[in-house]
């Protein structure tokens, strides 16, 4: 009735439509928050008339598939401390964008990811706020050399360029700290020296480094990450061993280093005098340092580790991820003594035995991947009904024998994909019948006989 609202949150609101320039919103020239994410306003442009809330210090229009240029009007907005306009179908031009770094001046957090900025130039960004904060640029068709001058604002804690795969540049390589905690360069063309990165930034927590352009020394300094906690350096070209100390950072909750050029086998577990166990690698002779209790996902996928799955991962309490697929692994599963598990990924490797029975007890299991290994025996298929979480399961191309006795009465509510490809099975799995959820079934390559049902 008055019109002096100061704060309006519609996140998620099930709005639809278009947001017209007479729409009554704009007449709340009080507002100084205003959210309208996770809206549908499709094909609605983002209007000029969003310039007039001068008191505005916080806005945020992102995933709302709002559509068209971002109207250089938001650079009126010069009380912003929070700016978030992230979707895919807006455009940002280099006018605009000049604008908005040269009167945003009180700027903190900006989150632009998925704008197209294709034809921005990115000396645009060189005047950006000292005061920032956060700069979320991921997947905005970004091309040509990024300034340095951005790693430098001394309150900078969040940067995301990924998924730029054009964008080019290097890391300074001058003696000094930064606070950032958080850093996404995968995807991008921008050169990385390992050695300044690890010197330089002492505060990171989470390092995204997928598909990089590393120069110099490759993983060395890692003694600098002290307060690491996800690690990404998957879809480089790094070979040799693992540098396994990297399970010494004491933060350090899940590291990937997927499709790689790895080779060698995983340390295993040796017992002092005093009982205290710890890591040894044999083939280099050395200490690598106590069990990863802490680890919560370690992706390994798609190198070239050869030896045994070692046991001591079977008995970390906090893990909840294991993917070791297409590796060239050959020897039994372990059991498994925690439950904490929600993926397991041992696919594409040489791995014989049976399973083993304390995977039937991973209840949190949502995703179980054995196919392609050389796992035998006969599994009654009722074993799996605990598994009520389930959403994959494959267990295609083994040597295994399924039955599938006792599960008339089994529900599988979550399952999506079932593979049982090679699973020398005699009858159809009518049970089907209580996944109504399925999307994608494969039972090629067995011998079931009759009727297929309705």
């Known amino acids: 009735m008055t019109g002096r609202v100061i704060s309006l949150n519609l996140h998620f609101g099930g709005l639809q439509g278009s947001i017209h320039s007479n729409n009554s919103l704009f007449f709340l020239r009080h507002l100084r928050r205003l959210d309208l994410s996770r809206n549908d306003f499709r094909g609605s442009p983002i209007s000029s008339q969003f310039g007039g809330f001068v008191n505005m210090t916080h806005l945020d229009l992102s995933d709302s598939n709002f559509s068209g240029p971002i109207p250089s009007e938001i650079s009126h907005l010069s009380n912003l401390v929070s700016l978030n306009l992230s979707q895919a179908a807006v455009t940002l031009d280099t006018l605009s964008l000049n604008r908005i770094v040269q009167n945003l001046t009180n700027l903190r957090e900006l989150d632009l990811a998925a704008v197209d900025m294709s034809s921005v130039v990115p000396d645009s960004f060189n005047n950006l706020s000292s005061s920032l904060t956060t700069l979320i640029l991921f997947h ?5 050399k990024f300034p340095q001058s951005i790693f430098h604002p001394p309150n900078l804690r969040q940067v995301n360029l990924g998924s730029n795969y054009n964008l080019t540049g290097y890391f300074p390589k001058s003696n000094w700290s930064s606070p950032l905690e958080s850093l996404d360069l995968s995807h991008t063309r921008i050169s990385v020296d390992w050695h300044h990165l690890t010197r330089n930034f002492r505060s990171l927590r989470y390092l995204f480094l997928r598909n990089c352009t590393f120069v110099g020394s490759y993983l060395v300094s ?3 990450l002290t307060q690491i906690m996800l690690l990404d350096l998957s879809y480089n070209s790094f070979g040799g061993h693992i540098p396994w100390s990297l399970l010494n950072l004491e933060r350090l909750k899940d590291l990937d280093l997927s499709s790689n050029n790895f080779v060698g086998q995983f340390p295993e577990v040796v017992r002092n005098s005093t009982g205290i166990s710890s890591l040894y690698e044999f083939s280099k002779g050395q200490l690598v340092g106590p069990i990863p209790r802490h680890l919560t996902k370690l992706t390994l ?4 580790l050869n030896g045994t799955v070692p046991s001591w991962l079977g008995s970390l309490p906090s893990l909840e991820e294991l993917n070791l697929g297409r590796n060239q692994l050959s020897s039994n599963i372990f059991e498994f003594q925690s439950r904490s598990l929600s993926q397991l990924d041992l696919s594409y490797n040489k791995l014989h035995g049976l399973i083993p029975r304390s995977i039937y007890e991973l209840v949190n299991l ?10 035998s025996g006969t599994v009654e298929f009722e074993k799996f009904s605990k598994l009520q979480s389930l959403v994959r399961l494959n267990l295609s191309c083994n040597h295994l024998s399924l ?7 089994s529900t599988w509510l979550e399952l999506r994909t079932l593979d049982l490809s090679f699973c020398n099975i005699s009858e159809f799995p009518y049970f089907l019948r209580a996944s109504p959820n399925l999307e994608a079934l494969y039972l090629s390559h067995n011998r079931i006989q009759g009727d297929l049902p309705k």
């Not at 905005?140 to 040509?144: D, E, M, R, T």
């Not at 949502?366 to 796992?375: E, Y």
């Not at 039955?403 to 009465?409: A, D, G, I, Q």
């Open 301 to 304: 996928y798609n190198n070239s």
């Open 366 to 375: 949502g995703w179980l991947d054995l196919s392609s290994n050389d796992l």
């Open 140 to 144: 905005c068709h970004l091309q040509g």
């Open 403 to 409: 039955s599938f006795n006792y599960l008339s009465n």
């Open 222 to 224: 890692l003694g600098n």
